[in-house]
């Protein structure tokens, strides 16, 4: 079956601006999660999302970033007057089941955010 | 907090050889432990996950052990090849996933 998608692969954006990732999960799967990777460094947590509501947001760096999943399925992850400190790869992964545990999580190939 | 260590950040040796990436957490409440596979400017792809329950993990050339106790994790790769050449990355799911920085590793052909 088909794994976690995310469009677009790479986006290059002009500071300032506002833009969104999107992030298909694998069909059934109840969780989902965003991570952001810099260069040279592994990837931090962002958000993570049972069903429709963000059950943490904790990893999101500031009020600039925001996550929707209104329907338990696809999600976005929106930037607004991005910075050019934005720049980074964004990963979506999904599981099964969320918080609990032993599931694997599922990764995409990953949005390359470039902000100039 | 749980934080995560991968030793050493590098690592080039010739084809043929076995090797040892090691990963380290300083909280042994874990799910599971995940490592991964991070070729230049592409995904990630998973290698091996194993259980907080289990001991080791193997799949072809690769075996990964886990102690929770010491907080250690290995990566063991036999009979090295060139294709082997990539960033691998360990990662702890205490249900987020907490990530080390990676091994950068150069199989010399």
């Known amino acids: 079956g088909a794994g976690v998608s995310q469009t677009p692969s790479n986006k290059v954006t002009e500071k300032g601006k506002y833009v969104e990732l999107r992030c298909d999960p694998i069909?059934?799967?109840?969780?989902l999660y965003w991570y952001r990777q810099s260069l040279g460094q592994g990837p931090e947590f962002l958000i993570y999302f049972q069903g429709t509501g963000a059950a943490d947001d904790s990893g999101l760096p500031n009020d600039r970033f925001f996550a929707v999943r209104p329907e338990g399925s696809v999600s976005t992850l929106k930037i607004q007057r991005t910075e050019r400190g934005d720049s980074a790869v964004y990963l979506c992964?999904?599981?099964?089941?969320?918080?609990?545990?032993?599931?694997?999580?599922?990764f995409g190939p990953g949005t390359r955010l470039t902000v100039l | 907090k749980q934080e995560v260590t991968q030793i050493p950040a590098a690592l080039s040796v010739p084809e043929g050889e076995n090797l040892v990436l090691n990963c380290s957490f300083t909280?042994?409440?874990?799910?599971?432990l995940q490592w991964f596979r991070q070729d230049p400017g592409k995904g990630l792809t998973s290698l091996l996950l194993?259980?907080?329950s289990q001991r080791e993990q193997t799949s072809g050339r690769l075996n990964a052990s886990l102690d929770k106790s010491s907080g250690r994790s290995t990566l063991y790769i036999a009979a090295s090849q060139p294709g082997d050449s990539a960033t691998y990355l360990c990662?702890?799911?205490?249900?987020?996933?907490?990530w080390g920085a990676g091994t950068k590793l150069i199989i010399k052909p």
């Open positions: 194993i259980q907080s």
């Open positions: 069909s059934g799967h109840t969780a």
């Open positions: 990662a702890v799911n205490v249900y987020q996933l907490i």
């Open positions: 992964a999904s599981s099964p089941q969320g918080r609990g545990g032993t599931n694997e999580q599922f």
């Open positions: 909280d042994s409440a874990i799910y599971n």
